[in-house]
């Protein structure tokens, strides 16, 4: 149980490469934070700084108070779990689990009474005395985090260990670590690349890119809240829609239309100092099928009618695909998101926008169909540096 | 098509097994003309027949009636041992870091310890020689088994940082987050999965020191230090009219022995597949 501290750390590579610059956050006690962002964005090397495989460079590192930026990593009393589970092909899984525990010289009761514990809650008992060569890869993952629990440590620290899992595997390890978490109550601290997996399982998110932290906030913070392009488009799936607009008399112009800016919108916007060329984003979920809305609720949003490209039914929602004419928003944080899913060969011509309608929907593939949309909920972004102008903090 | 496939594939095995035997008859005649030689009277010696037709031991009996013969057997077994042991201990030491750490000179090191390996020997003898005479090393224990570990551990380095650079480095990051020490980390995680590549860098070494001739007879001049092969070339006949092929096959094919034990004992341990199990699912 500890608060770790991370207060200005700094990580550069002696070839002058900046992995990770100026990292700010307080863990909490017992809080489940997530670090997450695309492959190269430095949260796997923030985390190796914390755990003390990786020297920091610059700004200090804290646990329960004390400066821990000098002390070896077994020094340190935190556990890791590896992306690759890192287990020890040589010894039976009760010797893996043991092994923390020997090298601090406990006695052979309490290891023995220690790892039985660890295996029962991880039902990893009757595996005791295999080797981890004869595990399957849910198996392995759960004896890599019994090797991390045995010891009881003041944090764990976890490098995306749940990415070598099937996708349906995954969501149920998910719940299990979030539960195993809950009960343990240990400061943890969680990589992924994974949106989905961040927006679940943490207390706090804290979205990374470029080795700086772009925003840190609880999941619903961070998905309504967004501080700017980058996080608006990383965080949710299906993600954001981005449509190039124009800013003119309290009006947007946008390929969907022209669309009024309501008042909490419009005085944002005007303490933001809103340049007159901006991206607006909308999310998926804040459209619909205007067919199934009332007079009163059209009135309230925009409208506009397109060709339903592609329909995917989910059963309980329809997501609906439209490709709006006229240019396409751009920016370097949406040039960056492209590249990171690999979505760049979608735009040949306008934008593509996604829409998530009720199932009761009668939208038909290759036919139009009116689409209302709410406008009070829409993002207004500055192209150039990607800031949210509708951040209301 | 079954039936094909069938008649196909005995058709290979047959075939396999043709070519295997042909390779193990080239491979072990010569060895095996030695044994024959070695349990032939000195009448039959000469005779050609590949099994002998009266045996004898005589020739066994004749070397280990000669203390020349069990104190070179002495020789041959503390050298060869001592220089493998510490050529494997240097070696591993030395392939560790070349596979794990990122230090200047490192191409150096590894280039260097090639064109060791890569020299002709021959030409390092005389110099040896005067070397070693002005030292006080000629003729002793450590006067071979000192450029033994010098040409080994170009080949123990070698093989060893292969081994090493197999082992998933995320298993020593996992040891150190579990609160061990660098040294407990390779004593206890990395050593026993590097243990087939120990084992069989062991064996090439130490047939290496085995079998060395050149070394032997040129760094050698009593049967203090004198090791089989160098001994084998004084060994003569009752008289010096006689042949001493008779002892000296004997000899070859007891020098043979240990060699044989050595490989058996650790082939044991070579297990492949150790690391299976550590990474990835």
């Given amino acids: 149980m500890a608060e770790i501290v991370l207060d200005k750390v700094t990580k550069r590579y002696p070839d002058g490469a900046l992995a990770v610059s100026d990292v700010d956050i307080t863990i909490g006690d017992g809080e489940f934070i997530i670090l997450v962002g695309p492959s190269g964005c430095g949260k796997s090397t923030t985390l190796n700084m914390i755990a003390g495989l990786e020297d920091i460079t610059e700004g200090e590192l804290r646990i329960d108070g004390k400066r821990v930026n000098e002390r070896a990593p077994k020094d340190r009393d935190i556990a890791m779990v590896f992306q690759s589970y890192a287990l020890y092909p040589h010894m039976s899984v009760r010797e893996n689990m043991a092994f923390p525990l020997r090298l601090a010289h406990v006695d052979n009761a309490t290891v023995t009474k220690k790892v039985e514990e660890a295996a029962r809650i991880l039902d990893l008992t009757q595996h005791l005395d295999r080797k981890p060569g004869n595990l399957s890869g849910g198996q392995r993952q759960r004896v890599a985090m019994g090797r991390a629990i045995v010891r009881s440590p003041k944090a764990f620290l976890m490098d995306e260990p749940l990415s070598n899992l099937d996708a349906k595997l995954r969501v149920q390890m998910r719940t299990s670590v979030a539960k195993l978490q809950r009960r343990l109550g240990t400061t943890t601290v969680y990589v992924t690349h994974d949106q989905t997996e961040a927006m679940t399982l943490g207390d706090r998110v804290v979205v990374m890119r470029g080795g700086l932290v772009q925003q840190v906030g609880s999941p619903q913070a961070l998905y309504e809240q967004p501080t700017n392009l980058f996080v608006a488009g990383f965080i949710g799936s299906p993600s954001m829609n981005f ?14 239309g022209p669309v009024p800016l309501s008042d909490r919108i419009r005085r944002l916007v005007e303490a933001a100092n809103a340049p007159s060329e901006v991206i607006v984003g909308l999310r998926p979920e ?83 169909l009116e689409v209302w949309f709410d406008e009070d909920k829409l993002l207004l972004f500055d192209p150039s540096d990607g800031r949210n102008l509708t951040y209301a903090g | 098509m079954a039936v094909i496939g069938a008649t196909a594939s005995s058709g290979a095995k047959t075939r396999w097994a043709l070519i ?156 150190k987050m579990d609160g061990a020490t660098p040294a407990q980390a390779f004593r206890r995680v990395i050593a026993p999965l590097a243990a087939p590549g120990v084992f069989t860098t062991a064996i090439l070494v130490f047939i290496f020191c085995w079998n060395d ?64 199990g550590a990474v990835k699912g």
Avoid at chain 1, 320 to 330: I, K, L, M, W
Avoid at chain 2, 110 to 115: H, T, Y
Avoid at chain 2, 242 to 256: F, K, N, Q
């Fill in chain 2, 20 to 175: 295997d035997i042909v390779v193990v008859i080239y491979a072990l005649v010569p060895v095996l003309w030695i044994v024959s030689l070695s349990f032939k009277t000195k009448e039959t010696l000469t005779d050609g027949n590949f099994i002998p037709r009266s045996w004898t031991l005589q020739n066994y009996r004749d070397i280990f009636n000669t203390s020349e013969f069990l104190r070179a057997l002495l020789n041959s077994i503390g050298i060869a041992l001592i220089a493998t042991v510490i050529a494997v201990v240097l070696g591993t030491m030395a392939a560790y870091a070349i596979a794990r750490l990122d230090f200047p000179g490192k191409q150096l090191l590894v280039g260097a310890s090639l064109l060791i390996a890569m020299f002709p020997q021959v030409s390092l003898v005389t110099p040896l020689f005067e070397m070693e005479r002005t030292l006080g090393l000629f003729d002793t224990w450590p006067g071979l088994i000192l450029p033994y570990i010098t040409f080994a551990l170009p080949l123990a380095i070698y093989t060893l940082s292969a081994f090493f650079r197999e082992i998933p480095w995320e298993l020593e990051k996992a040891a």
């Fill in chain 2, 213 to 276: 001739f050149l070394f032997a007879i040129s760094l050698t001049s009593t049967t203090s230090s004198r090791t089989v092969p160098a001994a084998l070339s004084f060994f003569t006949g009752s008289s010096q009219f006689e042949d001493p092929t008779g002892t000296i096959s004997a000899a070859a094919v007891v020098i043979t022995i240990p060699i044989i034990l050595f490989v058996l004992f650790f082939q044991r341990r070579i297990v492949a597949g150790l690391t299976s």
């Fill in chain 1, 243 to 256: 449509l190039p607009a124009t800013l003119a008399d309290g009006q947007l112009q946008t390929p969907l």
């Fill in chain 1, 286 to 368: 804040h459209f619909e099928d205007a067919a199934l809305l009332d007079e009163g609720e059209r009135g309230r949003g925009g409208r506009f009618t397109a060709t339903v490209d592609v329909l995917e039914s989910m059963g309980s929602d329809k997501y609906a695909y439209f490709t709006v004419e006229g240019e396409t928003a751009t920016s370097a944080e949406l040039d960056e998101l492209a590249a990171e899913s690999g979505s760049t060969e979608m735009t040949d011509d306008g934008s593509q926008i996604v829409t998530r309608l009720s199932a009761a929907s009668g939208a038909r593939e290759g036919a139009e």
